[in-house]
């Protein structure tokens, strides 16, 4: 079955760090442009950091640039979120999405939606 799952999120006091996995089941994500999102209690979803597909070419919301990396690793069929120096409004649920080829400055529509993980950063 096609399937899209994040793991990884929890409880992590300021100034710490998680990392995020979103791995794929029935499709070769090395093929396709991965966006990972963050919807916060009350606030609409907004894109936090891209992975391109063939290039790998990388993006990131300003908010979260030098803090942040995504990456992939093709023999897990997997990318990552590595999370660092977290600050409490990075506090929400984090969903990946995928997109067959494209790349992420067009990237808009997607194939595959997970169903998210919970980040919540306090002390």
């Known amino acids: 079955q096609v399937q899209l799952v994040e793991s990884g999120g929890g409880l992590v006091q300021p100034g710490g760090s998680l990392r995020l996995s979103c791995a794929a089941s029935?499709?070769?994500?090395?093929?396709?442009?991965i966006r990972w999102f963050r919807q916060a209690p009350g606030k609409e979803r907004e894109g936090v950091s891209c992975?391109?597909?063939?290039?790998?070419?990388?993006y990131y919301k300003d908010s979260v640039k030098g803090r942040f990396t995504i990456s992939r690793d093709n023999a897990k069929n997997t990318v990552y979120l590595q999370m660092n120096s977290l600050k409490p409004e990075d506090t929400a649920v984090y969903i990946c999405?995928?997109?067959?080829?494209?790349?992420?400055?067009?990237?808009?529509?997607?194939?595959?939606w997970g169903r998210g993980t919970h980040v919540t950063v306090s002390s």
């Open positions: 029935g499709f070769t994500l090395n093929s396709y442009t």
């Open positions: 992975i391109s597909s063939n290039t790998d070419s990388t």
């Open positions: 999405a995928a997109l067959r080829g494209s790349y992420c400055p067009v990237a808009q529509r997607y194939d595959y």
